[in-house]
């Protein structure tokens, strides 16, 4: 079954598509409600013509854009069955699109950002103990950098993320090892939802900002195992605030 005509005709961001970016934008509103499940998994999108007249573009860029999409995983078209949605098992998690859809403030979910941290346990504490190894001088220069905007900024929120971000993407490159590298995409995603749910005081802001200076000085003294659990110490600390906002979400939901 399709979803309801009205729910896309009514959206005026998708009146406004124009010009050159057409197919990147039609991309961007479908993956997003795709990730948001606007869109269920095995649910039939309108038929092309119908589909492609609510978005206000032509059916070569909607086209274009299914094709985008069923390259990422998320949909998939069948003779005289139309497309429709993949189940989410199948869907390129680690696609920058798709993580950047999936931690839209307006709909990402603790359990979203507890997955991407569980697999940031798996990936990161051995980035770090491979950094502590293989990082070449400019590299901890580079890291030491990023702590020390982080350190700066402790007061700028949106600042200190940035640092934040480009702190873990130079340990992750540190590390010298391509497939890990790639994940430096997954780790902005995170952090850059991690910043939109709940508050943190200054003393927990404090501690992670020691959290990070002891990852990255066991790096730049070559410490591998103590940059391996310092690691696993900082993202256990980053565990505790969303665990903290997925318990006050149930709870409000109980009242209700």
């Not at 309108?46 to 086209?63: I, K, M, W, Y």
Request: hydrophobic share 40%; net charge neutral; glycine share 6%.
């Amino acid at each position: 079954m399709g979803i309801t005509v009205g729910l896309l005709v009514e959206d005026d961001e998708l009146k406004k598509i124009t010009g050159r970016g057409q197919v990147k934008s039609v991309v961007d509103i479908l993956g997003q409600r795709i990730a948001a499940g606007q869109y269920i998994e095995g649910e039939t999108l309108p038929v092309e013509q119908q589909l492609a007249d609510s978005l206000s573009v032509g059916r070569n860029t909607l086209r274009e854009a299914v094709k985008v999409l069923s390259g990422k995983g998320l949909i998939f078209t069948a003779p005289r069955s139309g497309t429709k949605i993949r189940p989410k098992n199948e869907w390129n998690m680690l696609d920058p699109d798709v993580l950047s859809w999936h931690a839209d403030p307006e709909t990402t979910t603790p359990e979203f950002l507890l997955a991407l941290l569980e697999i940031r346990r798996i990936i990161e504490p051995k980035a770090a103990e491979l950094a502590a190894v293989r990082a070449t001088r400019e590299d901890v220069a580079i890291i030491l950098a990023a702590y020390d905007d982080m350190r700066c900024h402790r007061e700028d929120s949106s600042q200190r993320v940035a640092a934040d971000i480009q702190l873990h993407s130079a340990i992750l490159t540190a590390s010298h090892n391509a497939f890990i590298c790639h994940f430096k995409h997954a780790v902005a995603t995170y952090l850059k939802a991690h910043f939109n749910i709940g508050t943190a005081d200054q003393n927990k802001l404090q501690t992670d900002l020691k959290l990070h200076h002891d990852v990255a000085w066991a790096i730049a003294t070559g410490k591998a195992k103590s940059a391996h659990s310092n690691t696993v110490r900082m993202l256990s600390h980053g565990r505790v605030r969303v665990e903290a906002v997925e318990r006050s979400l149930v709870e409000e939901a109980q009242q209700h």
